[in-house]
């Protein structure tokens, strides 16, 4: 069965400091996992990661994936308060379900 | 302006009453999903559907039912079976399974009464 585990579940750090966020994942056929930021309603996107493209970087966000090893990192540096949110990992495989992992949520305190 | 769009926002409904949520997409996506979200539960998958007329169960789709009778709308009826139905929930849509993002409305909070 398909499965995506995050962790931490829950992070708290200050601002400046850097944080990993990681993902692994068990999935039939790989097409892609994806980054996501929830801070209140609809999760906006962050990063897709493919066969063909496995390391992303904007600004101050960036990810990796490990196809051999089935994970995945989200790594943001120099955390801002407004980076408090809760992280969501998902992949497609083929099935074709878009499942995702419980998240997690991250608060940066000034 | 494209998007996916959810409504209500907010519902309220009494305890043993079918409710039916919308989702409509202007994205000519031909992906879309439903999801429930739960304090500390991440999205969980209800239904999903690759094709009009064409739909699968998700994870939890016990107590729930959808349809797809056209490309753009995919509703979600919760029905008096479902055993907890206040939650958070989160429709998606796709356009190329795999290989594209997929994109959120803005929810609809149920709450059971």
């Known amino acids: 069965e398909d499965k995506v585990v995050q962790s931490p579940l829950s992070l708290v750090v200050h601002e400046g400091d850097t944080v990993t966020l990681n993902c692994s994942y068990e999935v039939t056929n790989f097409r892609s996992l994806l980054w996501y930021k929830q801070e209140k309603k609809a999760p906006t996107f962050l990063f897709m990661l493919?066969?063909?493209?496995i390391e992303k970087k904007s600004g101050r966000l960036s990810s990796i994936l490990d196809k051999k090893e089935l994970f995945s990192i989200l790594n943001i540096t120099a955390t801002q308060t407004g980076d408090s949110a809760i992280y969501l990992c998902?992949?497609?495989?083929?099935?074709?379900?878009?499942?995702f992992g419980k998240g997690t949520k991250l608060t940066v305190n000034p | 302006d494209g998007g996916i769009t959810q409504s209500p926002k907010y519902l309220f409904r009494k305890e043993g009453q079918n409710v039916t949520l919308s989702c409509e997409q202007n994205l000519n996506h031909d992906a879309m999903y439903w999801y429930r979200q739960d304090p500390g539960q991440g999205l969980r998958l209800i239904y999903y559907s690759q094709i009009v007329n064409d739909f699968q169960k998700g994870d939890i789709a016990e107590g729930y039912s959808v349809s797809r009778e056209k490309k753009e709308s995919f509703p979600l009826t919760v029905t008096s079976a479902q055993k907890n139905p206040t939650a958070f929930y989160l429709c998606a849509s796709q356009d190329r399974v795999g290989f594209t993002e997929a994109f959120f409305g803005q929810g609809t909070r149920l709450t059971v009464v």
């Open positions: 493919t066969s063909s493209g």
């Open positions: 998902a992949f497609q495989g083929g099935s074709e379900k878009l499942v």
